[in-house]
Protein backbone atom coordinates (compact mmCIF):
# COMPACT_ATOMS: atom_id res chain seq x y z
CA UNK A 1 0.00 0.00 0.00
CA UNK A 2 1.87 3.37 -1.19
CA UNK A 3 1.21 6.27 1.13
CA UNK A 4 0.57 9.49 0.15
CA UNK A 5 2.17 12.59 1.52
CA UNK A 6 -0.71 15.61 3.24
CA UNK A 7 0.92 18.74 3.49
CA UNK A 8 -0.05 19.93 6.84
CA UNK A 9 -1.54 23.29 6.38
CA UNK A 10 0.25 26.54 7.80
CA UNK A 11 -1.86 28.70 10.04
CA UNK A 12 -1.28 32.82 10.07
CA UNK A 13 -2.01 35.08 13.00
CA UNK A 14 -3.73 38.38 11.94
CA UNK A 15 -0.15 40.15 12.58
CA UNK A 16 1.51 37.23 10.41
CA UNK A 17 -0.90 37.73 7.80
CA UNK A 18 -0.90 41.67 7.70
CA UNK A 19 3.18 41.20 7.22
CA UNK A 20 2.47 38.53 4.29
CA UNK A 21 -0.35 41.17 2.43
CA UNK A 22 1.74 44.12 3.44
CA UNK A 23 -1.26 46.13 5.12
CA UNK A 24 -2.03 46.61 8.71
CA UNK A 25 -3.25 44.72 11.55
CA UNK A 26 -6.64 46.64 11.39
CA UNK A 27 -7.31 46.13 7.65
CA UNK A 28 -6.79 42.46 7.90
CA UNK A 29 -9.34 42.15 10.55
CA UNK A 30 -11.29 44.31 8.25
CA UNK A 31 -11.15 41.66 5.49
CA UNK A 32 -12.60 39.32 8.14
CA UNK A 33 -15.50 41.18 8.78
CA UNK A 34 -16.22 42.64 5.77
CA UNK A 35 -15.17 40.39 2.94
CA UNK A 36 -15.48 37.08 4.92
CA UNK A 37 -11.95 36.10 4.80
CA UNK A 38 -12.04 32.97 6.31
CA UNK A 39 -10.31 31.98 9.94
CA UNK A 40 -10.94 29.84 12.73
CA UNK A 41 -11.24 30.36 15.62
CA UNK A 42 -9.19 28.96 18.75
CA UNK A 43 -10.00 29.93 21.88
CA UNK A 44 -9.85 33.93 21.81
CA UNK A 45 -7.05 33.36 18.93
CA UNK A 46 -7.90 34.21 15.72
CA UNK A 47 -5.73 32.51 12.80
CA UNK A 48 -5.81 32.20 8.94
CA UNK A 49 -4.68 29.71 6.69
CA UNK A 50 -1.78 30.63 4.22
CA UNK A 51 -3.36 29.46 1.08
CA UNK A 52 -7.14 31.15 2.33
CA UNK A 53 -5.28 34.03 2.75
CA UNK A 54 -3.55 33.90 -1.29
CA UNK A 55 -6.38 32.68 -2.14
CA UNK A 56 -8.87 35.87 -1.09
CA UNK A 57 -5.76 38.27 -2.46
CA UNK A 58 -6.35 36.46 -5.56
CA UNK A 59 -9.90 36.79 -6.49
CA UNK A 60 -10.54 40.09 -4.79
CA UNK A 61 -7.50 42.09 -6.16
CA UNK A 62 -8.92 40.51 -9.83
CA UNK A 63 -12.40 41.86 -9.30
CA UNK A 64 -11.21 45.23 -7.78
CA UNK A 65 -12.31 45.24 -4.14
CA UNK A 66 -8.87 45.26 -3.02
CA UNK A 67 -6.03 47.89 -4.56
Known sequence: MQRTSTEIPKFLTILEAS???NVSYGTVRN??????LKN????KNIR???????EFLESYTTRG???
Open 19 to 21: YKA
Open 31 to 36: WIKKYG
Open 40 to 43: FKIG
Open 48 to 54: IKESDLY
Open 65 to 67: YLK
